[in-house]
């Protein structure tokens, strides 16, 4: 099960990461059904970045997968993406930047970020999953 505790040193995991690669990112952390587990903004992150990073967390949890995989699908489905988006009230968003977390070997939610490039953002959340969870 993913804890608060658990999100909470996801989160502080990612800050010390986007800190040391001078970037002011914002996170999200939900559970297994999406759910919001917990959310931060660093100092200096556009208003906008807890928005995206939970939609990136919540596609990651909703498939399983990195929510990248989602936007390499959506390239090709653009309907199927539109549908999505409206149906689940623009949550769902298929953009590099969130990765499912497992616990024990199960599907436990996912985490999110946004404030850099996709890139940066996923490279930030896997360094605080592998940090937190590994």
Do not use: C
Not at 26 to 48: E, K, L, P
Request: glycine share 10%; aromatic share 4%.
């Amino acid at each position: 099960m993913l804890t608060i505790d658990t999100a909470r040193r996801l989160i502080d995991a990612a800050e010390a990461e986007a800190r040391n690669q001078d970037l002011k990112l914002a996170f999200a952390v939900v559970d297994a059904a999406g759910h919001v587990v917990a959310i931060a903004r660093m100092d200096g992150a556009d208003w906008i970045t807890p928005e995206v990073a939970l939609g990136k967390a919540w596609t990651a949890a909703a498939y399983r997968a990195p929510s990248s995989a989602q936007g390499d699908k959506a390239k090709d489905l653009i309907a199927f993406a539109g549908a999505i988006s409206t149906a689940t009230h623009g949550r769902y968003t298929p953009q590099i930047g969130g990765l499912p977390i497992e616990i024990d070997g199960e599907p436990a939610g996912a985490m999110g970020a946004s404030g850099a490039s996709g890139q940066e953002d996923e490279a930030v959340v896997r360094a605080a999953i592998e940090s937190v969870l590994r």
